[in-house]
């Protein structure tokens, strides 16, 4: 069974720093970590969830035009672990953050086209 677990959310003021991470397990061999593409997505209250950043098994990324230059993603196959390192943050970034694998790569920051999902983090930015 698959599992994603994320950690590192809590609450920062604005323009300050915060890293996230996302340990996974489970996966099958054959189905390895290193061989899905994984994401950060976030969702704030009364809105839809929203791809943050994403990352394919080859190691490109892709992200959001509100997040680029801001936040980095990366992975560590040899410890199953998604991060995302948040700096300069600001108010409009609160909001439960979820990781979340699948096995193709294309269109990274597509909710609908992820098979796993954790439960969240929260991270709030006040002003």
């Known amino acids: 069974l698959v599992q994603l677990v994320e950690s590192g959310g809590g609450s920062v003021q604005s323009g300050g720093s915060l890293r996230l991470s996302c340990a996974a397990s489970?996966?099958?061999?054959?189905?390895?970590?290193?061989?899905?593409?994984v994401g950060w997505f976030r969702q704030a209250p009364g809105k839809e969830r929203e791809g943050v950043a994403g990352i394919n098994d080859g190691g490109s990324t892709s992200y959001a035009d509100s997040v680029k230059g801001r936040f980095t993603i990366s992975r560590d196959n040899a410890k199953n672990t998604l991060y995302l390192q948040m700096n300069i943050v600001k108010p409009e970034d609160t909001a439960m953050y979820y990781c979340?694998?699948?096995?193709?790569?294309?269109?990274?920051?597509?909710?609908?086209?992820?098979?796993?999902w954790g439960q969240g983090t929260q991270v709030t930015v006040s002003s």
């Open positions: 489970g996966f099958t061999t054959g189905y390895t970590y290193s061989r899905h593409s």
């Open positions: 979340a694998a699948k096995l193709n790569r294309g269109l990274l920051l597509r909710p609908s086209l992820y098979t796993y």
